[in-house]
């Protein structure tokens, strides 16, 4: 069954047509630049790619088909907003301030792609990635249970794939926002697959939002391929979170255009058919032909934007490639806000071991 066919809240089609009257901030320089955003988060992906082929990543998990859900989100949190991430939501991160070369300093497996201590350039006290599946909407609780006690009229905004919904700590999460009243916004990429598993076979309802009822919540489900349907559905759900009004699950509609991760092989269990339909409805080209249609972007402009791209990309990667490690204890200072005393011990051993490897080739 094509997904794209069930009903859906949707305001631009894959062909770049309006089939609702579009949402009042949906100038066209608003979603000139989600465009731009989208384009920017897709080059950098393929490059994230190419750097994990040529051994300067660890496994990396693309967002490719996934950049209008990304944009959507990144763009609708407020600054005193919280985003609490799943691990495919590097266009949304981009978004609320975090630079390119921080995720790749997580992929590259250098822990400080995971501060995000405000500073000059970051101006966001969000979560960092969580790669363990589910287990960020437990920690979203947490954050929007803190937020309505402090009185705080601000939002938390959780990510999670479809696979996700699957599992007790999803659930757990939703029923104690609901039953909390919590200003707490669920949204699942539904991209169809968990890994290997399709959507089919992971719930038997027709869609992942109604899990939302049994929670006492509002759910929704839109077209994660259309970046006006996601903006605006997450704009509501946000305001709605921040008035003391509860909370919302959300669910968008799109699909894994790349493998689950570079670990992966999806052509071992879904077929070529069924991925090249897929790319009939990806998001980038469905805002782009709805802004060249109506005058709102041009080759000229789609060429420069490219080679901007590039640099910018280019630019985060140099800076990645030439950080200074960091010293092989620091494994050691992430694990505990208090270290217990055979830890200590063990790092002490691990310097003492590195300054006679360094003596030795200095000698």
């Not at 005193?80 to 609320?96: E, S």
């Not at 559905?233 to 699909?255: F, H, M, N, Q, W």
């Not at 694990?335 to 051993?349: F, T, V």
Request: overall charge negative.
């Amino acid at each position: 069954m094509n997904v794209q066919s069930l009903p859906m809240l949707r305001f631009i089609n894959h062909l770049g047509e309006t089939v609702e009257q579009l949402p009042a901030w949906a100038n066209n320089e608003t979603l000139v630049t989600f465009y731009q955003d989208m384009v920017l988060s897709r080059t950098y992906d393929n490059k994230a790619v190419a750097l994990q082929r040529t051994g300067k990543l660890g496994t990396y998990p693309s967002h490719l088909g996934a950049e209008a859900f990304g944009i959507g989100i990144g763009h609708a949190l407020q600054p005193n907003d919280v985003l609490i991430p799943y691990y495919r939501d590097m266009p949304a991160m981009w978004v609320r301030g975090i630079p390119m070369e921080k995720n790749l300093q997580y992929w590259g497996g250098d822990e400080r792609g995971s501060d995000f201590t405000p500073s000059e350039d970051v101006h966001c006290h969000d979560l960092p990635f969580c790669v363990p599946i589910a287990t960020q909407c437990t920690h979203a609780v947490g954050v929007a249970a803190a937020l309505k006690i402090e009185g705080a009229h601000k939002a938390a905004l959780v990510t999670c794939g479809d696979g996700a919904t699957s599992k007790g700590d999803f659930l757990e999460s939703i029923n104690c926002a609901g039953a909390w009243n919590l200003p707490l916004v669920f949204v699942i990429n539904n991209n169809q697959w968990a890994i290997s598993v399709p959507r089919a076979l992971q719930c038997a309802a027709d869609f992942l939002s109604e899990k939302a009822r049994g929670a006492g919540m509002n759910g929704v489900t839109v077209d994660g391929n259309d970046a006006v349907a996601v903006h605006d559905c997450v704009l509501a759900a946000l305001d709605k979170a921040r008035k003391g009004k509860g909370p919302t699950l959300i669910e968008a509609v799109s699909y894994r255009l790349s493998d689950h991760t570079t670990a992966d092989d999806a052509s071992r269990y879904r077929s070529d058919d069924e991925l090249q339909q897929a790319w009939q409805y990806e998001p980038i080209q469905r805002l782009k032909l709805y802004l060249t249609n109506i005058g709102a972007w041009s080759d000229e402009q789609e060429q420069a934007w490219l080679q901007e791209c590039k640099s910018l990309v280019e630019a985060a990667v140099d800076n990645y490639t030439n950080l200074v490690p960091q010293a092989p204890e620091s494994a050691f200072d992430y694990l505990y806000e208090s270290p217990p005393a055979e830890l200590n011990a063990q790092r002490d051993e691990l310097i003492h071991k590195v300054m006679r490897m360094q003596g030795g080739q200095h000698g």
